[in-house]
């Protein structure tokens, strides 16, 4: 069976075997893809698809961003909404309801069709039909009648406010005056899926329609489909039919879906990333002593905060509730728990003209007096409590650091109750727990994005917590036309929102991830998501 | 011989359906749902897709309809969460891929297990068997996601012709091979080793000796295929382990492998996606345990009687 020559033979046979293999690769695979005009990009997961009215996710997202373009683009030197994107405008009416968005007449989708305005009016039906069961439909409820259309409430769909007037005239008319309107729509569930290739492959409300399969898949955005394996790669190469295709500088885009961030950070010191999807807070001290010049820390529309369950005693006093927030001291989170995160006092991180409130800070003497008048002097009589989180390395810290701050200021002892990861949505969805562990993080660039969910029944909100004068605000800023005094109006409704505490804000994030000096135009953008076509790869950096 | 092997099936295919009974419904029972999200899915979106899993039906409706799905259409169901994916692709795109790892690791861990438990066992209690039960004893109690790293970052990093992660060319293939290989190699060569020292001592090796047989051709005529009976029994299971893929080394690899699903399908709750990828291994481990006895019987005359 086994006999010494054999083993003698495969010795000397695998050493070198493995030796020539090894060596075939001498240029890194970046520097290999920057002559060849390809963007490596660490993207943290399998998508769970390419239909933009499936999917809902950031790294879906990143991927969609090639594949589509909406009415309006992100333009990456202003991270605003502006024209050029398969509409050569969107405008509005006086009041900012109704909106009328001229496609260019030179779109085409990457089969060649062309792109009219009637894609457009298909897509958002699609997305709004009841039997799709689109778990984002809710991005369209800005168009009148489409959320009573979604819910079945109505059956037909020239209720809602969606009129093609012409091939290349699309007339949307919105539930209320919405003067940013623009920022809502560069969200990828705005943008159109080509109806010719849709209705080819399936019913307008049929799930899992195959037509975003690797052979089957039509876009109008900048690049198209070229390869998916799943779990390995999915790379997008030049779509000629895009109509601004002579100005697009990179020739594709390799996502990696990759999970592991260590793994990650390795591959791109060994030359094999240009971009990483983030960087954990070691390898964020590594690069800052290694290679500084690579590490990006922007700011990201993401809030770290606490929920805390009202309907629970004694969470249900608003005065333990600011109490155990004003013990919090976010400085000092943020400097060991979170690199780059910035102090939160408020759930809306600063946006545009936006400035969220600030009332409360970090008052162990206010914290004390105000945890005695609910009747617990010195934390004496009070429950044990439990900090619920997810089996994540940062919450587990943050909810210790959490713990020591609420003991020594506070006396007020909690147990850290860790539940894996569908666990704790569930626990948190159904209210069995007393303060959980959460984030948000904006789908676009206006405060209502961390505002809405904290009206009652919304399904984000999860706290228990209702407030009428918070919701009349809400609706009031929903009718305002005039852009400041909305704004007031929203500032107003977060302090309610602060001042009754049914949540404590903790921090707000920022992104920490790895550039390779190759990449050129690579923005700081708040919702991260640079246009890939306006980014360059430039060779010997 | 041959009543054996239709007696091993015949028990194969009743532990196959006990296996998929059970992972049915104790996934099923696991707390949480497939349809849980961070950001909370509306109510009527959520009936309809559950509609569309008909994971909306009772359990027995549910699970009969899965049995005559498997039986007469072979089909294991689709994704949950990725809508038209089958899981039958995604064990048929991932597969390859673990097999080409374990087999190349078996076949590391065989090539160096095997002679040094070998080694050591004829060169016993001197330097070389401490080298050789020390070797084993580091690769066992380190694990794999401390070698991997190590080696990612040591080799990896250090040479150039090797990279860190991924899974492109196949120069790619050798460090999660080593890591993965060196890992059973320790155990096989504690196997090894503990088989030959038992066979070595065995009358029928003194007469070998006696008659004045060299000591390599004692050694590898008459005392291997005795001594090897014990790392064969290891090696079946161990196998199947390994071509199934390993969660941790296509973490730190980057490996497009079939580990990673087993414990993302467990925490996404891709009921059929477990129950399929339970199924294959399930069907794997019968495989290669009837392989493993067949093996045996081989190198062991006394079991062919039995």
């Known amino acids: 069976m ?16 493995c030796w020539l293999l090894a060596s075939c690769q001498k240029e890194s695979q970046v520097d290999r893809a920057t002559r060849e005009g390809i963007l490596l990009v660490g993207n943290a997961n399998e998508p769970k698809g390419l239909d933009p009215h499936i999917v809902s996710g950031v790294l879906e997202a990143n991927i969609l961003r090639a594949l589509f373009e909406g009415l309006i683009t992100n333009d990456p030197e202003s991270d605003t909404a502006t024209p050029g994107g398969a509409a050569l405008d969107v405008t509005p009416d006086a009041t900012a309801t ?60 020239a209720a809602v406010g969606v009129e093609v007037l012409d091939d290349l005239t699309l007339r949307l008319t919105l539930r209320g005056p919405t003067p940013y309107f623009r920022e809502i729509l560069k969200h990828y569930t705005w943008t159109a899926v080509p109806q010719h290739v849709v209705l080819k492959h399936g019913k307008i409300g049929q799930r899992g329609n195959p037509w975003t399969r690797p052979e089957n898949i039509v876009g109008n955005g900048p690049y198209q489909l070229k390869s998916w394996r799943r779990t390995h790669h999915i790379e997008v190469e030049r779509n000629p039919h895009y109509w601004n ?40 001290d590594l690069m800052k002593k290694e290679h500084p010049e690579n590490l990006r820390q922007e700011p990201y529309v993401g809030t770290a905060f606490y929920r805390y369950n009202t309907t629970r005693k004694p969470l249900n006093d608003v005065r333990v509730r600011q109490a155990l927030g004003l013990a919090v001291d976010r400085q000092a989170i943020c400097d060991t728990v979170f690199r780059g995160y910035k102090p939160a006092y408020a759930i809306t991180p600063a946006m545009g003209n936006y400035h969220p409130p600030r009332i409360a800070g970090f008052d162990p003497e206010k914290a004390k007096r105000l945890l005695a008048e609910a009747g617990y002097p010195g934390g004496k009589g009070f429950p044990r409590l439990k900090i619920l989180i997810a089996s994540k390395e940062t919450a587990a810290t943050l909810a210790q650091a959490v713990q020591a701050m609420w003991r020594d200021t506070l006396g007020v002892e909690v147990e850290i109750e860790n539940k894996e990861w569908n666990a704790y949505l569930v626990a948190m969805q159904d209210l069995d727990y007393d303060i959980a562990n959460a984030g948000w993080i904006g789908d676009y660039l206006d405060p209502l994005t961390f505002l809405e969910m904290w009206t009652p029944g919304n399904g984000n909100n999860l706290t228990g917590w209702e407030s009428p004068a918070f919701l009349k605000l809400l609706q009031q800023s929903f009718q305002e036309t005039d852009g400041t005094r909305r704004f007031e109006l929203l500032q107003q409704a977060e302090s309610i929102l602060i001042e009754e505490a049914p949540i404590l804000p903790v921090a707000w994030q920022s992104r920490n991830y790895l550039v390779h000096p190759s990449v050129q135009g690579w923005k700081p953008l708040l919702l991260s998501n640079n246009p890939y076509q306006f980014i360059r790869l430039v060779p010997g950096r | 011989m041959i009543r054996l092997i239709i007696s091993r099936l015949g028990q194969g295919i009743i532990t196959l359906f006990v296996l998929v009974t059970l992972t049915f419904f ?84 065989l090539v160096v297990g095997i002679p040094a438990g070998v080694v050591a066992a004829v060169r016993k209690n001197t330097c070389v068997d401490f080298a050789c039960l020390s070797f084993a004893m580091v690769g066992i109690c380190l694990p794999s996601f401390v070698i991997g790293p190590l080696l990612a970052v040591t080799a990896g990093l250090g040479l150039k012709s090797l990279n860190v992660a991924g899974w492109s060319s196949p120069g790619d293939w050798i460090l999660p091979a080593v890591t993965l290989g060196l890992i059973n190699a320790a155990y096989l060569a504690r196997l090894a080793r503990g088989g030959m020292l038992d066979v070595l001592s065995q009358d029928y090796i003194r007469t070998a000796r006696a008659k004045g047989a060299p000591g390599s051709r ?60 339970v199924l294959f291994y399930g069907f794997l481990i019968v495989g290669a345990n009837l392989l493993a006895d067949l093996a045996q019987i081989a190198l062991n005359p006394r079991l062919r009687k039995a």
């Open chain 1, 2 to 17: 086994f006999r010494g020559v054999t083993f003698r033979a495969l010795f000397l046979i695998a050493a070198p075997v």
């Open chain 1, 98 to 157: 109704v909106w009328t968005a001229k496609l260019r007449p030179d779109g085409k989708w990457s089969d060649g069709a062309p792109v009219t305005a009637r894609d457009f009016a298909f897509s958002y039906e699609r997305l709004l039909t009841p039997e799709l069961g689109a778990k984002y439909a809710e991005m369209l409820y800005f168009l009148k009648g489409a959320e009573e259309f979604n819910k079945g409430k109505t059956t037909d769909f």
């Open chain 1, 245 to 284: 295709a002579a100005n697009v500088s990179l020739n594709g885009v390799r996502f990696l879906p990759i999970t592991n961030l260590y793994t990650e950070a390795r591959m791109f010191r060994d030359g094999q990333l240009h971009v990483t999807y983030a960087a954990t807070s070691e390898v964020v």
């Open chain 2, 26 to 109: 104790l996934v099923r029972a696991m707390p949480g749902s497939p349809y849980v999200e961070e950001k909370a899915i509306p109510e009527h979106a959520l009936k309809r897709m559950r509609e569309y899993t008909g994971l909306d039906q009772p359990l027995p409706v549910q699970y009969f309809r899965y049995l005559k799905n498997l039986v007469v259409h072979q089909d294991l169901g689709d994704l949950i969460k990725k809508d038209g994916v089958k899981v039958s692709e995604i064990i048929s795109e991932s597969f390859p891929v673990s097999l080409a790892l374990g087999v190349l690791s078996i076949g590391i861990a």
């Open chain 2, 218 to 277: 004692v050694v590898i005529r008459h005392a291997l295929r005795g001594g090897l009976i014990p790392a064969v029994a290891f090696i079946g299971p161990a196998f199947a382990g390994m071509i199934s893929g390993s969660f941790v080394i296509e973490t730190i690899f980057q490996i497009p492998g079939m580990g990673q699903h087993f414990v993302n399908a467990a925490t996404d709750r891709e009921f059929f996606l477990i129950q399929g990828l």
